[in-house]
């Protein structure tokens, strides 16, 4: 940028690479440059020099003006080289020669890929399905092995119901009956359905990027594997307990065993076991294309061929057919499209017929009022059915789950018919690109390059569009509005809006003293907190909750119980469901669901459900120094506001002051797991007396194992330090660092966007066939409905270390110096009890102060 002296005029230069197609500025953003330039230069034409006022207030507009115009064409450049575009469903009949300017070259053979899998599943046999489906291979029960018979037996995939809990410990015994042991029926590939799901099946492909705008990973191609419930004899209650969990990913492993058989290996090439969201109950499958899809022509042809000139003009060939994509299977159960896609068809049609139509084209195999949050879906032994629907034991983070599955195609179908209103040309042949399209991009590449993307806690491209789409539908976001406008009003909007309810009483980071009870400090959180309903085409946010069938549902439901105590919307049961106390040390907590709400136009799902509260206050914080880049109120070195939004990395390596250890072996299993009764006897007798029982472990049910485990550490460790860290972070699959630089300089190079992200998906994928996945396996045993934690030391770790949590911490300078951490008052028996719980007798001891208290007190080394 070169500006000439006393005059403002600026003449911006920018050096790009190659690029496939011209994209034109919007002329919105354009002539508002016009009009800001003009307004300068009538400034600089009328101010007198004298007047020093005048001249700064001449040179703040001339720099914001510079920043603007050099922030759009950087960005520009950068949506230019990132787009990609791949159609889902184009053939050779109908692509033309309009495709060749803006589709992916590679797109005809991932269609091709995509045609040769589904046809592979629409031919697979009827068979029966049972947990020893997903034995692991050398397992107990497997064919001749049954003299290697152990207590324990090795799973691919966490067998969670209470169905496998009961089959196991029936088959322990030796009069197990084989006839009784818990199977289901699968009606073959005949009852399969595919759709493309995310951005796969967006309008214009929103969210695809190119693999140097993805961390140099290969884009990703979702797709959903939907089955008829009747062929997988899903219903009834299976709603409960994990059993369809349990059902669903038996079947992913049957599949990916017929998928990876040697007679498709040359098509459908490696499979692999994956986690969906990073959630370990959620199994999905990873294909991995073959390198060049022509070996098996060049084999045949071998003998017919002379050595020499056609065998080097077939490799060469083999060579240039390299990896361009993956594909993930998400499974799932096949809804009804009309009790989904409801609020997606047409506005001028779908509101006339009042809400009648939704109520009526609810069809799904759970029952619509089990997906209320305060529903317990996930009961433990302990518990009792007359509990389904008491708050403190609902499950809204597990029947989330569920209303994910159920969401599959409606989540598409809700980002594309936003994206339609906004591109009238998406029917013609020309790929529609909108500032939707750039403006999720943008978000994407922001994220990513801090480690906020793909993550078992964090932003997906998915979660990103929902977001938007509902800035969009609220006006938050403008139709004129361009990328970096609209990036900057997602920031505004993410930084400032209280997802946690707790901007009233501390800061993003938690802490501060707290002197209300467990559940005054819950319901003051609840009062703050910010729900949000995206709206219906055609309709307001009021409108949309006021005509929901779901909130007249509850509303029915709260009538019927009579009970003062509950909330009185549904929008106040969420909020009520997804907040927990505070994460003050004097204040009680042993359950830590707290997540954001932000819920479809149906109000059965939370697209925000599995952000856990480190990663909203964490990324709330970067959102707010986003705007200070943008607004040139940071001190900003080479390359400005761009570089530091979009090239440099902030990762987890490199974001925080410390790094603590914490070995999974030391971690007590959770005292509110549905079972493990032979791992409660490591750590104690009885739960009920023991004092974790009042810091964590009343969440497994609802958040599954290793979330809870990684939840409660992190919100443990914001308790106990307080004011001293300003961020504390869990590490995990997708929030990692960039491979690591040979030495310093190589940090600053120009080429820091385009490093390989060394943990690039957001969970550890292992093959279905080969020496690692024999490694790796969930040890399940007799009558145990939660198997311990996957062996990963063998696949992970060279050295062979134990398994750790690793967490990071920002602490502050100032705060840090404190040696006492005094509690509650003495007469605070609630307390004083959730100090010392946290804390311990030995180390919450009474102390007297020079202003007289006396009360418990902790003192730091």
Same mark, same amino acid.
């Given at each position: 940028l070169q500006r000439t002296k006393g005059k403002g005029t600026i003449h911006?230069?920018?050096?790009?690479?190659?690029?496939?197609?011209?994209?034109?500025?919007?002329?919105?953003e354009d002539a508002a440059l016009m009009a800001a330039t003009g307004s300068v230069a009538q400034s600089s034409s009328s101010a007198p020099s004298t007047d020093g006022g005048s001249n700064n207030k001449i040179n703040n507009a001339t720099d914001a003006l510079a920043r603007s115009n050099l922030l759009r064409l950087e960005t520009s450049e950068l949506i230019r080289e990132s787009l990609l575009h791949v159609h889902p469903t184009s053939g050779s009949g109908d692509v033309g020669n309009h495709h060749a300017h803006y589709e992916a070259k590679w797109a005809p053979t991932a269609r091709d890929y995509l045609s040769h899998v589904k046809h592979v599943l629409e031919n697979l046999d009827k068979a029966t399905l049972s947990p020893d489906v997903a034995i692991l291979p050398g397992g107990a029960k497997e064919k001749g092995m049954e003299h290697l018979a152990k207590s324990e037996t090795k799973y691919r995939i966490p067998l969670l119901s209470d169905k496998f809990a009961k089959t196991s410990l029936?088959?322990?015994?030796?009069?197990?009956?084989?006839?009784?042991?818990?199977?289901?029926?699968?009606?073959?590939?005949?009852?399969?359905?595919?759709?493309?799901?995310?951005?796969?099946?967006?309008?214009?492909?929103?969210?695809?990027?190119?693999?140097?705008?993805?961390?140099?990973?290969?884009?990703?191609?979702?797709?959903?594997?939907?089955?008829?419930?009747? =062929?997988?004899?899903? &219903?009834? +209650?299976?709603? %409960?307990?994990? $059993?369809?969990?349990?059902?669903?990913? #038996?079947?992913?492993?049957?599949?990916?065993?017929?998928?990876?058989?040697?007679?498709?290996?040359?098509?459908?090439?490696?499979?692999?076991?994956?986690?969906?969201?990073?959630?370990?109950?959620?199994?999905?499958?990873?294909?991995?294309?073959?390198?060049?899809?022509?070996?098996d022509d060049s084999k045949k042809d071998k003998k017919k061929r002379k050595r020499g000139k056609?065998?080097?003009? =077939?490799?060469?060939? &083999?060579? +240039?057919?390299? %990896?361009?994509? $993956?594909?993930?299977?998400?499974?799932? #159960?096949?809804?009804?499209?009309?009790?989904?896609?409801?609020?997606?068809?047409d506005h001028d049609a779908v509101y006339s017929s009042s809400d009648e139509e939704m109520e009526d084209a609810w069809n799904g195999w759970i029952p619509r009022s089990r997906l209320l949050p305060n529903r317990s879906n996930n009961r433990s032994e302990k518990r009792k059915d007359g509990d389904a629907a008491d708050a403190s034991h609902s499950t809204p983070h597990y029947t989330n789950a569920l209303a994910e599955d159920l969401h599959l195609l409606s989540t598409t179908d809700l980002v594309s018919s936003t994206l339609s209103t906004l591109t009238p040309n998406s029917g013609s042949n020309v790929t529609p690109t909108s500032s939707f399209h750039e403006t999720l991009l943008l978000l994407k590449v922001w994220a990513l390059q801090r480690g906020f993307l793909r993550g078992h806690d964090s932003f997906t491209t998915t979660t990103l569009a929902v977001l938007l789409v509902y800035l969009y539908r609220t006006k938050g976001i403008g139709k004129r509005m361009g990328a970096v406008q609209g990036f900057t009003a997602f920031m505004k909007f993410w930084s400032e809006s209280d997802w946690l309810g707790e901007d009233a009483t501390s800061s993003l980071s938690g802490g501060g003293a707290e002197t209300l009870s467990s559940k005054d400090a819950k319901e003051r959180k609840v009062k703050k907190k910010v729900a949000c309903v995206i709206p219906a085409e055609g309709k307001t946010e009021s409108q949309t909750i006021a005509k929901c069938p779901q909130s007249r549902l509850y509303l029915d439901d709260v009538r019927g119980t009579g009970d003062n105590s509950t909330p009185k919307t549904l929008l106040d049961c969420y909020r009520e469901c997804y907040t927990s106390s505070s994460?003050?040390?004097?204040?009680?907590?042993?359950?830590?669901?707290?997540?954001?709400?932000?819920?479809?136009?149906?109000?059965?799902?939370?697209?925000?459900?599995?952000?856990?509260?480190?990663?909203?206050?964490?990324?709330?914080?970067?959102?707010?120094?986003?705007?200070?880049?943008?607004?040139?109120?940071?001190?900003?070195?080479?390359?400005?506001?761009?570089?530091?939004?979009?090239?440099?990395?902030?990762?987890?390596?490199?974001?925080?002051?410390?790094?603590?250890?914490?070995?999974?072996?030391?971690v007590p299993k959770l005292l509110g797991t549905a079972g493990g009764g032979s791992s409660k006897k490591k750590h104690g007798k009885t739960s009920g007396t023991n004092a974790s029982s009042k810091v964590w472990g009343n969440d497994?049910?609802?958040?599954?194992?290793?979330?809870?485990?990684?939840?409660?550490?992190?919100?443990?460790?914001?308790r106990a330090l307080g004011t001293r860290a300003t961020a504390i972070r869990a590490f995990t699959c997708g929030n990692g660092d960039f491979q690591s630089p040979s030495n310093t300089n190589e940090a600053d190079s120009e080429d820091v966007a385009t490093k390989i992200i060394a943990d690039s998906d957001q969970c550890h994928a292992v093959p279905i066939r080969g020496s690692v996945s024999h490694n790796f396996g969930y040890a399940a045993r007799a009558g145990d409905r939660v198997p311990a934690s996957p062996v990963l030391a063998d696949t992970i770790s060279n050295n062979r270390e134990e398994p750790c949590l690793v967490v990071g911490l920002s602490i502050d300078p100032d705060a840090s110096r404190h040696v006492v951490d005094r509690g509650p008052p003495a007469e605070d028996v609630d307390g004083s009890a959730a100090f010392v719980a946290l804390w311990g007798e030995k180390h919450a001891q009474l102390r007297r102060f020079q202003d007289g208290a006396i009360v418990r007190a902790v003192v730091w080394n």
């Open positions: 911006p230069t920018f050096t790009h690479t190659h690029h496939h197609h011209p994209m034109p500025a919007a002329p919105h029936e088959g322990s015994n030796s009069n197990h009956n084989p006839l009784t042991s818990w199977s289901f029926p699968f009606g073959g590939g005949s009852t399969l359905s595919f759709h493309p799901i995310g951005s796969f099946a967006h309008v214009g492909n929103a969210g695809l990027a190119n693999r140097h705008a993805n961390g140099n990973v290969l884009p990703v191609l979702d797709v959903a594997v939907l089955v008829d419930s009747e =062929s997988l004899d899903v &219903g009834g +209650k299976d709603y %409960l307990n994990h $059993r369809y969990t349990d059902k669903r990913n #038996i079947l992913a492993v049957h599949i990916a065993k017929q998928l990876s058989q040697k007679k498709h290996r040359s098509k459908i090439g490696a499979v692999h076991q994956s986690h969906i969201l990073g959630d370990s109950r959620k199994v999905g499958l990873m294909l991995t294309p073959p390198s060049d899809n022509h070996v056609d065998a080097d003009k =077939s490799k060469s060939k &083999g060579t +240039k057919n390299k %990896l361009r994509f $993956r594909v993930r299977l998400v499974f799932g #159960i096949r809804q009804d499209r009309g009790s989904n896609a409801v609020h997606e068809r994460v003050s040390s004097n204040v009680a907590n042993d359950a830590h669901v707290d997540s954001p709400i932000m819920l479809d136009p149906t109000m059965t799902i939370n697209y925000l459900a599995r952000l856990s509260p480190s990663f909203v206050r964490e990324s709330r914080a970067e959102a707010h120094a986003a705007l200070r880049c943008i607004h040139g109120q940071e001190q900003l070195g080479t390359g400005g506001a761009f570089r530091k939004l979009f090239l440099e990395t902030n990762r987890f390596w490199t974001r925080y002051d410390a790094y603590v250890k914490v070995p999974l072996a030391v497994v049910d609802d958040l599954g194992y290793d979330e809870s485990v990684c939840r409660s550490a992190v919100e443990v460790l914001s």
